[in-house]
């Protein structure tokens, strides 16, 4: 079931995410510093991505995933650091997606912010055990992350983990489901997505899929999923 005041949280967050990531994504891309690569590696620059159709698809990608938010929060006090990282997840979705890499310069300010949000909605509700159980469950989704990536380097970038951990953190305050659904339900998409295109000889197994993407639709199907997941599982 839809939040109290859905349709107004999702018109605020169509109208507040879509144009902050529309500006904001090319202006990041024109500013983010280069990785160093390893020998034989290469990649898009993310200065040639900064254009009209980065604009575009960040503004749209933001606009959507604010809305559903929206819809699905309604006017909770968590909503704010949800949409924060609606607008900072369309940038470095589309990022990743083009370039196979998620630049931990827009990564950990977004951390900051969220948390400083949480806080807010902690302030303003009370409910410190929903503050407790984020930051608890952003450090195990970075900590399980990490694990993957150190077992499996070729499978899952670090930039994965960095995000697993902020996505960790915000499905943590909405519930274990809500974790557990959003976080690791992306990474079983990507990995299922990953194979189908082996298998289908689009790509290589010596090829990266980009989890980034994968990720922020799991973590967006936690929201919507988590509480029913989880009571389903209860019984």
């Not at 020998?39 to 749209?60: I, V």
């Not at 055990?129 to 450090?139: D, N, P, T």
């Not at 499905?171 to 976080?183: K, P, Y």
């Not at 298998?199 to 973590?219: E, I, S, Y």
Request: some cysteine.
């Amino acid at each position: 079931m839809p939040a109290e005041n859905a349709l107004l949280a999702a018109g605020i967050g169509a109208v507040v995410c879509g144009p902050a990531a529309y500006a904001l994504g090319p202006w990041l891309m024109r500013r983010i510093p280069e990785p160093v690569l390893e020998e034989g590696e290469s990649k898009t620059s993310y200065a040639s991505l900064a254009g009209r159709r980065a604009a575009h698809w960040c503004g749209g990608l933001a606009a959507v995933a604010g809305a559903l938010l929206g819809w699905l929060l309604g006017l909770d006090a968590v909503l704010p650091a949800w949409l924060v990282l609606a607008v900072a997840g369309a940038v470095l979705g589309y990022i990743d997606a083009r370039t196979r890499y998620l630049p931990s310069v827009i990564i950990w300010p977004t951390y900051l912010v969220v948390g400083v949000g949480l806080l807010g909605a902690a302030l303003a509700t009370g409910e410190w055990g929903s503050l407790r159980r984020a930051a608890i469950a952003g450090a195990i989704g970075f900590g399980v992350f990490y694990v993957l990536w150190f077992a499996f380097p070729r499978g899952v970038g670090f930039g994965d983990v960095r995000l697993s951990g902020l996505l960790g953190l915000a499905l943590g305050w909405l519930g274990w489901g809500q974790f557990v659904s959003g976080l690791y339900g992306g990474f079983f998409l990507g990995a299922v997505v990953g194979i189908v295109l082996i298998v289908g000889r689009v790509m290589t197994r010596k090829q990266m899929v980009p989890f980034g993407p994968f990720m922020l639709v799991g973590a967006l199907g936690g929201v919507l999923l988590g509480m029913p997941l989880e009571r389903l599982y209860a019984g």
